[in-house]
């Protein structure tokens, strides 16, 4: 599976993005997808993870209540809707996929990765 994200770009804090990851395959609908995200000297941090469906989602407690993730099996495609934008959430942004249906914040039963895309909050 390659994944493609984008929608990145540079925003003001209290502003909104919404990010976007396309899958190559049509098999991308038995997997679960999750976000990830890397700050400038951090190390990679979960951000979201969606179930195969769309119907099971988990946040890490940094951006729950601002960040929702939602994906269109038809299209191929998670969304990351990122709203209340904090300059902490300056960080590439990395979508990727496990090869199971059901949603996992460890990064490391992730399998398949996108190139990331660059978000910028500034203060």
């Known amino acids: 599976v390659q994944l493609q994200a984008s929608g990145g770009g540079l925003v003001q804090a209290g502003g909104s993005l919404r990010l976007s990851c396309a899958a190559s395959e049509r098999t991308f609908g038995s997997y679960a997808m999750g976000w990830f995200r890397q700050a400038p000297g951090k190390l990679c941090e979960f951000v979201a993870t969606?179930?195969?469906?769309?119907?099971?989602?988990y946040y890490a407690d940094s951006v729950k209540g601002r960040i929702t993730i939602s994906r269109d099996n038809a299209k191929n495609t998670v969304y990351l809707q990122m709203n209340s934008l904090k300059p902490e959430d300056t960080a590439v942004y990395y979508c990727a996929a496990p090869r199971t249906a059901a949603w996992t914040a460890n990064e490391y039963e992730y399998h398949y990765w996108g190139q990331g895309t660059l978000v910028t909050v500034s203060s």
């Open positions: 969606i179930n195969w469906s769309g119907g099971s989602t």
